[in-house]
C-alpha cells in the first residue's frame, strides 16, 4: 500500500451538529434560509420576506412551544418549531422545519425532527403531530416517513406555487 492509498482510507470529518433551543441571536441565520428559494419552494414563504416577519414567526406563540436550531460552527444551519394545539386539541401539535440549502441531505432535518418527537412524546405529552406536505416533495416525504408520519388525505390545489396550483398530502403521527 502507498501513502497515497492511506490517505483515502482516513475517516472523513464529521460534521459536528448542536441542537439546542433556539435563540433570539439565530434570527439573522435563520432569515437567511427562509429567503433561500429551496425554502420558499417548499413551504409556503413569500419571496423576500422582512426580517422583522421572520422575527415575529420566529417567536413562541404559547408557552408550550419548542423552537430548536441546528448549530453547525457557530451558525445556525437549521431550525424547527413544534406548535402544539389548545383546548380540545392540546393532544395534537404542528411543525415547521427549514435546512439550510448548503447543509440540505446532510441529517439535519433528522436530527431536529427527531428531537421535536422526543419532546412532543416524552415531555409535552402530544399524542399527535400533523402538518401538510407538497406532494412532490420527495426528500420531506422519506423524512416523515422515516419517523412513522403516514398520509391522511390530499388537498388539491392546495396552495400557489411558482405559476401553478400544487396538491399537499396531509400527514400526521401518532403515538
Known amino acids: 500500500m502507498q501513502a497515497h492509498d ?3 482510507e482516513l475517516p ?3 460534521m459536528e451538529i448542536t441542537i439546542r ?4 441571536e439565530d434570527a439573522a441565520d435563520i432569515f437567511e434560509i427562509v429567503n433561500q428559494h429551496s425554502f420558499r419552494f ?3 414563504a413569500l419571496p423576500y420576506e422582512p426580517f422583522d416577519k421572520v422575527q415575529k414567526w420566529l417567536e413562541p406563540q404559547s408557552p408550550r412551544d419548542l423552537h430548536l436550531s441546528a448549530e453547525l460552527d457557530g451558525r445556525v444551519v437549521g431550525a424547527s418549531a413544534l406548535r402544539p394545539f389548545y383546548g380540545r386539541r392540546a393532544h395534537a401539535a404542528e411543525f415547521w422545519i427549514g435546512v439550510h440549502e448548503d447543509h440540505s441531505r446532510k ?3 433528522s436530527r431536529l425532527l427527531g ?3 422526543d419532546a412532543a412524546d416524552n415531555w409535552l405529552n402530544i399524542k399527535r403531530i400533523e402538518m401538510t ?3 412532490d416533495n420527495v426528500s420531506a416525504l422519506a423524512l416523515y416517513n422515516k419517523f412513522g408520519f403516514e398520509i391522511e388525505g390530499t388537498h388539491k390545489a392546495a396552495t400557489f406555487r411558482d405559476g401553478m396550483f400544487v396538491d399537499a398530502y396531509c400527514m400526521a403521527r401518532l403515538r
Open 42 to 44: 417548499w413551504t409556503l
Open 6 to 8: 492511506r490517505l483515502t
Open 133 to 135: 406536505v407538497f406532494t
Open 107 to 109: 441529517g439535519i432535518g
Open 12 to 14: 472523513e470529518k464529521r
Open 115 to 117: 428531537a421535536m418527537i
Open 21 to 24: 433551543a433556539m435563540r433570539s
